[in-house]
């Protein structure tokens, strides 16, 4: 109710440059300094307008729907600012999953789907393309530090354990030595498994996305051959449930591969609609 109030307030008529009710209350407080009982008469008319206002069903659509389009654009805003930091083939991919998204949703208005099944269907579609992008954006962050890890070594870290490993079978080693070898070979045994379980994480993201994009697929043969959208709402909600679990591993691997300030479990409202 406070967004309606301060929406009346606010209220501007098309082609006026300032709220009436601005002027008006600036003329109440004017004249009130010469006649005090203009505040009392003032204060009950600026009461009774935003009570009115406020509450007219015609005037709360408008708002909600002024909130929605604003809440759409700060998501496409905030989507393009993400997509930006992919690379050109990544910003490809995703661009390419979004409009086979976006065509499923066309195909579905085209065929007559109400706007409560468009709705569902844009929530799940805009799902899908969020975990698409998160998955891209870690990826990229998992090759990123790889190559961090070794694009500066001469040498593998294989082939250094080995070296450490027969200079520690020499017998004539001082103790210092020693310690200082089995040290470092600690520490590279260490990187050689979190640079097997990067790969291994590399593994799981490529297939995960090629999933999506497979799932994507399905639902747009299913889109055409469907004549019940409310069937077609469910299996995308399916799907969304299926990716889960692919949600989890990528919130407990963000401190592991370099947090994403900017992500969030959930898609910004509006980040996808029916054209």
Known sequence: MWDYIKAAFNARPAGMFVPPNWVFVAGVALLGSVVPGLWLIGAGLELAYLVLLSSNRRFQRFVAARKLAEQARKARQKQQQLVQQLSADDRAAYLLLEQRCQSILQQQRESGAGEADLLTQSEGLSRLTWIFLRLLLTRQSIVRLLRESIGTEREGIDARVA???????????????????????????????????????????????????????????????STDPANLSHRIDEVGTSLAGTTQWMRDRQEIFGRIESLMDEPPAGMMQAQ
């Open 163 to 225: 070296r450490l490993q027969r200079q520690l079978q020499q017998p004539d080693l001082s103790p210092e030595l020693r310690r200082s070898l089995e040290g470092q070979l600690q520490i590279l045994q260490q990187r050689a498994g979190s640079q097997r379980e990067a790969r291994d994480n590399l593994a799981f993201i490529e297939s995960e996305l090629a999933r999506i994009r497979e799932q994507v697929e399905l639902i747009k043969e299913q889109a055409v051959l």
